[in-house]
Nanobody
Framework: VQLQASGGGLVQAGGSLRLSCAAS????????TGWFRQAPGKERDFVAG????????NYANSVKGRFTVSRDNAKNTMYLQMNSLRPEDTAVYYC???????????????WGQGTLVTVSS
């Protein structure tokens, strides 16, 4: 499985960005795809996830109501729509694919390269 994240950039607080994660080589065992983020000096944290087949979603409390995760099965692409961005959302955002539902980054074997999101105040 190969994942390619894109869409990061610099945005002012209150603005929006949409991240994309293009996937190739997905297999029948790919059940869950997720977004994680890692700020400088901090651990990689779960942001949002979606089951690839059924589209069930899950969000970290810090982004509920502001971020929306979705996927387009025909394009093998997952998205993260980020609205009402805050300076504390600044991080490198990674997409990941795994075989089961999890918010623990250690449970994911496949990772994209990351895309930087910077939110200025």
């Amino acid at each position: 499985v190969q994942l390619q994240a894109s869409g990061g950039g610099l945005v002012q607080a209150g603005g929006s960005l949409r991240l994309s994660c293009a996937a190739s080589g997905l297999t029948a065992s790919t059940y869950y795809t997720g977004w994680f983020r890692q700020a400088p000096g901090k651990e990689r944290d779960f942001v949002a996830g979606i089951t690839w087949k059924f589209g069930s979603t899950n969000y970290a409390n810090s982004v509920k109501g502001r971020f929306t995760v979705s996927r387009d099965n025909a394009k093998n692409t997952m998205y993260l729509q980020m609205n009402s961005l805050r300076p504390e959302d600044t991080a490198v955002y990674y997409c990941a694919a795994g075989s089961y539902w999890s918010t623990d980054s250690n449970d994911y074997a496949n990772w994209g390269q990351g895309t930087l999101v910077t939110v200025s105040s």
